[in-house]
C-alpha cells in the first residue's frame, strides 16, 4: 500500500548530493517508509531538506508516531534491531533499514541522528551529507559525472 499525498508532505530546495543514485534512493526510502510505517493512526509525514555551510545538505524526516525513547536511539541503527516485543508486534520487518541508513550515510562521510520532536509526538531523523545547491556556483563546474544527481 502507498501512502497518499497528503501523508508525506515535502519543503525542499533543488540541491545536489555526489553518490550513487540508488544509495541516496535506499537512505530516503527507508526513512520515509518507516515514517509512515510507526505512524500512529494517520501518517504524516514532513520532509524539509535544504543547503547548510560547508558544502552539506542536511534532510529532516519527522513523524508522528510514538517516538523513540533517548535511551534506545543509537541501538536502533544495530543490525537486526526492532523495538518493542516480538509477540505483540503487528508491522513486519527484518531491522535492516535503520541499520542500511546509517551505513550507506557514513559511506557517504555523513551523518545520521535521531531525536524526539520536542512539544509534538513523533521522532525526527536528520541526515547530512556533502551537497550544494544546485544553483551555487560550485554546481556550474560540475564535471559530467554519473555520481553527481539531484536530490528530492
Not at 67 to 92: C, D
Not at 118 to 123: K, M
Request: glycine share 10%; proline share 8%.
Amino acid at each position: 500500500m502507498f501512502p497518499s499525498a497528503s501523508t508525506i508532505s515535502i519543503e525542499r530546495s533543488e540541491l545536489i548530493v555526489p553518490g550513487q543514485r540508488v544509495e541516496v534512493e535506499m537512505i530516503f526510502r527507508n526513512l520515509f517508509d518507516n515514517a509512515v510505517k510507526y505512524a500512529a493512526g494517520t501518517p504524516k509525514v514532513e520532509v524539509q531538506a535544504t543547503a547548510a555551510r560547508g558544502e552539506r545538505v542536511v534532510v529532516q524526516v519527522a513523524d508522528n508516531g510514538p517516538g523513540i525513547p533517548a535511551k534506545l536511539r543509537r541501538k536502533i541503527f544495530g543490525r537486526f534491531v526492532r523495538l518493542g516485543n516480538e509477540l505483540e508486534r503487528s508491522r513486519q520487518g527484518t531491522g535492516l533499514g535503520l541499520y542500511i541508513v546509517r551505513s550507506l550515510v557514513k559511506r557517504m562521510l555523513g551523518t545520521v541522528t535521531v531525536r524526539d520532536r520536542g512539544d509534538a509526538p513523533g521522532t525526527v531523523f536528520v541526515v547530512e551529507l556533502p551537497g550544494w545547491p544546485t544553483r551555487s556556483p560550485r554546481s556550474e563546474s560540475l564535471p559530467a559525472s554519473p555520481v553527481a544527481r539531484p536530490v528530492a
